[in-house]
């Protein structure tokens, strides 16, 4: 048994019309639309959720983002990932496939880079959770204050995910990935998503920063060819090639396991997608490391140390 709380920000949005109709179509679906949200905090996605927070009425609580894709049983495969013990089942984010190169490159970043760190995040048991697919038990949340008490922080997913773990709930990743499927897709839109999470992760977790570039290929490379060339002379160049060939099929096999199925794409396009995410990752880096507004939608926002964020307001 489930229902369905729309939460719509904007009173003007044309998705206002296409839910009203699907309610319409299927009047037997349990469903509520709440728009313009209620201020509680800084988080913009926790104001517009908060209004459907209060009314859900079942002891689980999904939430997931407008971009994503669920599949006819994907509801069902983050339940039964719910153990006695699990306090939050997450989705591993991952794209639909769609068409021109941003796509290739969103799915490229999403089954190679990012996933990597996700995974081995996950299987050191490291706090890494992101929100755009989360299901929740609802009764540990209430008792810290509900969504709310969250509302201080941008990440509120790392900080709802650290609320569990905190009082002994254990996370667990899906079978199935996060398919994020949001019509619009440009390569502007997606630097800015991966310097925002960037900023987000460094003022939380600071010892990412020095973690993150050596999850990195080129980077990570040149100590793997500098320890080699130091330790059995071997030639540094040919190593650092071997070592950027390996890890290079290594991210395609896992891009092909995520895939489940065959990639809308070439192999040449996986190539140039692959070279030009690996060699901006430094560029954005750095971006996130060095600039520390967080342009999320409408709004401007700082983080201190810690996580806890201010809106910046535009000077009149
Ligand atoms: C020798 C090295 C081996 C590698 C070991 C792994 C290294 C792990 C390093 C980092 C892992 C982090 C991976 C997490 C990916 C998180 C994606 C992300 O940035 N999400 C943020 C943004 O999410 C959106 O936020 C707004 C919300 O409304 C949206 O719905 C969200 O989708 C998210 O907020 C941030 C999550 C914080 C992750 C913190 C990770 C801490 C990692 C500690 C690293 C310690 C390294 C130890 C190495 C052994
Ligand atoms: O001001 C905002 C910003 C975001 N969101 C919601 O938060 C979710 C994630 O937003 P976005 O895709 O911009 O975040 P990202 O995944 O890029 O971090 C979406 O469902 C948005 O509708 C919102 O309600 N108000």
Redesign the pocket.
């Known amino acids: 048994q489930y229902e369905i709380l729309f939460c719509i920000n904007d009173e003007s949005d044309p998705s206002i019309m296409l839910v009203n109709r699907l309610m319409e179509k299927y009047p037997n679906v349990d469903a509520k639309v709440f728009i313009g949200g209620m201020k509680v905090g800084v988080n913009p ?1 926790i104001n517009n959720m908060q209004l459907g927070y209060e009314a859900a009425k079942y002891d689980l609580f999904l939430v997931s ?1 407008s971009g994503i894709r669920m599949k006819e049983d994907t509801l069902l495969d983050m339940v039964f990932s719910m153990k006695e013990d699990t306090g939050l089942v997450h989705q591993m984010p991952f794209t639909c496939d769609g068409k021109g190169f941003p796509a290739i490159l969103e799915k490229v970043y999403f089954g190679t880079a ?1 996933a990597r ?2 995974l ?2 996950d299987f ?1 048991r ?3 959770p ?3 697919s989360a299901l929740m038990r609802k009764k540990p949340l209430d008792e810290v204050g509900g969504i709310k008490a969250f509302a201080q922080y ?5 900080f709802f995910a650290k609320s569990f773990t905190d009082r002994g709930w254990k996370l667990r990743i899906s079978s199935q990935p996060a398919w994020q499927n949001s019509g619009h897709c440009d390569i502007a839109g997606f630097r800015n998503r991966v310097t925002r ?1 960037g900023k ?2 460094f003022a ?2 600071p ?2 920063i020095f ?2 570039p ?2 990195e290929c080129f980077f990570l490379g040149i100590f793997v060819a500098w320890s080699a060339n130091f330790l059995f002379s071997w030639d540094f160049f040919v190593l650092y090639l071997v070592h950027v060939l390996v890890w290079f099929l290594l991210d395609w096999i896992l891009l092909c396991i995520i895939q489940n199925g065959s990639l809308p794409f070439s192999k040449g396009d996986f190539v140039v997608a692959w070279m030009i995410r690996e060699s901006s990752a430094l560029y954005l880096y750095l971006s996130a490391l060095f600039d520390p507004t967080i342009r999320w939608r409408s709004g401007n926002y700082r983080l201190k140390w810690g996580g806890i964020a201010e809106e910046i307001k535009p000077k009149l």
């Open positions: 996605k983002d990012h760190i996700y081995s995040a050191f490291i706090n890494c992101t929100g755009m941008l990440a509120e997913d790392f999470w987000l992760r939380m977790v010892h990412t973690f993150e050596l999850s």
